[in-house]
């Protein structure tokens, strides 16, 4: 079960409700036909509709929830997306997700389609949460909460959520959270002990390339910071999570060395915004990745299922059709993209990927 910020339910979070509805709410989730037509097309392997990136991401040889997870009786997962408070204002994400990304796409509004509510809040947008959580974990059908954001280790909802797990004594469960390692410290909390009275903790560090490119790309992160928490916190952390886009590509190396650390690494292709996919970027390029990519096996494999495959399709972000997309006009809409966000940022596309001064043709 996966919940968001304004009650909104979905089976996973693969599934955002904006694309897929199955809910406003539990009740109108569970008993909802959109749930039943669901289970039966997992259950007999056929291809459902709202499971297509799965399917897509399978075909590109990537681990998705859709096989990697067991489906018992009963809830035995929760997945949070307790807020949409962030640091960060990521260029392959979006004003939903990130309330910093909010206050600057006000200004330059290039997510014209987007909610503009500044902060989206799970707990004060639901009713049924602490009951069902409460319920579920009593009766032992619950094994993880699973929690993201934003950024959910700065927001008030996810302290709010561990002081009920706790006086509650309902501390027999797994917390797992999707992160970007920016910070430990949050008012006046002690996180990690907190962490201490649940049964097992596990952090997926979000990180997408190295250096120069992923400091460029995720506007707020900064790697000295990221390096010295993920020592802090290195008996939790469990996998590193890099989106494979037009700025990580040319780093993905540097991802693969964290495997020395006995951490699985989980690949996440881009496919939206298509302005970030890298299926779109010129055949000398990729040549050149592909060099990159040399000796590393598993990037070999996602050069040749993923990045390596044309892009054929996009969605119309004013009425989200489905349409086929000129290649060239995605790639001009990257240079727009990154130019008017340095423009608010002080930062300098051509400067950190001198690679793409040459799509200024297209």
């Not at 974990?137 to 996810?158: A, F, M, R, V």
């Not at 399709?313 to 809409?333: A, C, D």
Request: net charge positive; hydrophobic share 30%.
């Amino acid at each position: 079960m996966h919940i968001e910020e304004d009650g909104s339910v979905t089976p996973c979070c693969v599934m955002p409700s904006n694309r897929f509805p199955m809910g406003g709410n539990l009740k109108e989730y569970i008993t909802g036909k959109e749930l039943k037509d669901l289970k039966t097309s997992l259950q007999s392997g056929v291809q459902h509709k709202n499971c297509e990136w799965c399917w897509k991401n399978e075909k590109s040889g990537l681990k998705t929830h859709r096989i990697k997870t067991k489906r018992p009786e009963g809830i035995s997962s929760i997945h949070l997306r307790l807020s949409n408070v962030c640091n960060f204002k990521c260029r392959m994400c979006n004003p939903s997700f990130s309330s910093t990304w909010v206050q600057e796409n006000k200004k330059h509004k290039w997510f014209r389609y987007l909610d503009n509510q500044v902060i989206k809040d799970t707990l004060k947008n639901t009713d049924y949460l602490f009951p069902l959580l409460k319920d579920q974990i009593t009766k032992k059908n619950l094994n993880l909460i699973s929690i993201s954001g934003g950024e959910p280790l700065i927001t008030d909802s996810h302290y709010q959520l561990l002081d009920f797990l706790i006086k509650n004594n309902l501390t027999d469960v797994d917390l797992s959270y999707s992160t970007n390692l920016s910070n430990f410290t949050y008012k006046n909390h002690d996180l990690l002990a907190l962490w201490s009275k649940f049964r097992r903790v596990s952090l997926e560090a979000s990180i997408d390339g190295w250096g120069p490119a992923v400091e460029y790309s995720r506007t707020g992160f900064d790697l000295d910071t990221f390096k010295n928490n993920f020592k802090l916190a290195f008996k939790h952390i469990s996998a590193i999570n890099c989106v494979i886009n037009v700025y990580s590509v040319w780093t993905l190396p540097e991802i693969e060395k964290f495997r020395k650390f006995g951490i699985d690494i989980v690949y996440s292709p881009c496919y939206l915004p298509e302005y970030c996919n890298p299926q779109i970027l010129y055949d000398e390029d990729k040549k050149e990745l592909e060099t990159l990519y040399q000796d590393y096996p598993e990037l070999l494999k996602i050069f040749k299922n993923f990045i390596d495959t044309p892009v054929k399709t996009s969605y119309n972000r004013e009425r989200n059709k489905q349409y086929v997309y000129s290649l060239e006009k995605i790639r001009s809409e990257m240079i727009d993209y990154n130019l008017l966000l340095d423009s608010h940022r002080n930062t300098s596309f051509f400067e950190v990927f001198p690679m793409y001064k040459k799509y200024l043709r297209s």
